[in-house]
């Protein structure tokens, strides 16, 4: 009977420190889609997860879309070594798909890009806009909707999504040598009641 009740408080113990490590969209999986290229099962880490381009040589102008562990963010760069016309190829209308996220809240939605650089004028021209709005369960989708805008070498736009992400139920270092530690309390508390009992 001893050996029962140790072994089932060791295993809610086990179990009671195998807690949800910190929310964060670093470590999930996403497929990212759009007429311009696919990004398929990116794992979430440092850097730009996907990068799409309006030339299929590579070129030309780039949307880079960089998720961090509670944000998105979209960024339009001219690379043509010219100041241009920035994403001119067709389709000039095109949606960018998110698929695999999670999250605890409803992201914030931004409906226009903000516009950071500038043509020799002084001047940005910029027709239609961009959006990124909740489309599903575990979906954001980026609509891209005629932007074209004359803009320097570089960043020409930048839209971030700032997001709740909801919590990895995965063990988190820490809980590791806890486990540990329990186990091992556990195999010398049924190593002394077997012997004295």
């Not at 780039?62 to 979209?74: C, K, P």
């Not at 605890?104 to 959006?131: M, R």
């Amino acid at each position: 009977m001893r050996k029962l009740k140790a072994l089932i408080l060791g295993a809610v113990f086990v179990l009671s420190i195998v807690v949800p490590a910190q929310a964060s969209l670093i470590g999930s999986f996403v497929d990212i889609t759009s007429p311009h290229g696919n990004c398929m099962n990116i794992e979430v880490g440092a850097g730009v997860e996907c990068t799409l381009m309006d030339d299929p040589g590579g070129t030309d102008d780039n949307i880079n879309i960089d998720i961090s562990a509670s944000s998105i963010v979209f960024s339009h760069a001219n690379l043509s070594g010219i100041n241009n016309w920035a994403w001119s190829d067709v389709p000039s209308v095109f949606d960018i798909v998110i698929d695999g996220l999670t999250w605890v809240d409803s992201p914030t939605t931004p409906i226009q890009s903000i516009l950071s650089d500038f043509d020799i004028l002084g001047n940005t021209v910029q027709l239609g806009s961009v959006s990124a709005l909740l489309t599903g369960p575990n979906q954001i989708t980026y609509t891209n909707n005629e932007i074209l805008m004359i803009c320097d070498v570089g960043d020409c736009s930048r839209l971030t999504v700032d997001i709740t992400p909801a919590p990895h139920a995965v063990p988190t270092p820490s809980a590791f040598l806890l486990m540990g530690t329990g186990l091992l309390g556990l195999i010398g508390y049924c190593k002394w009641s077997t012997k004295n009992s």
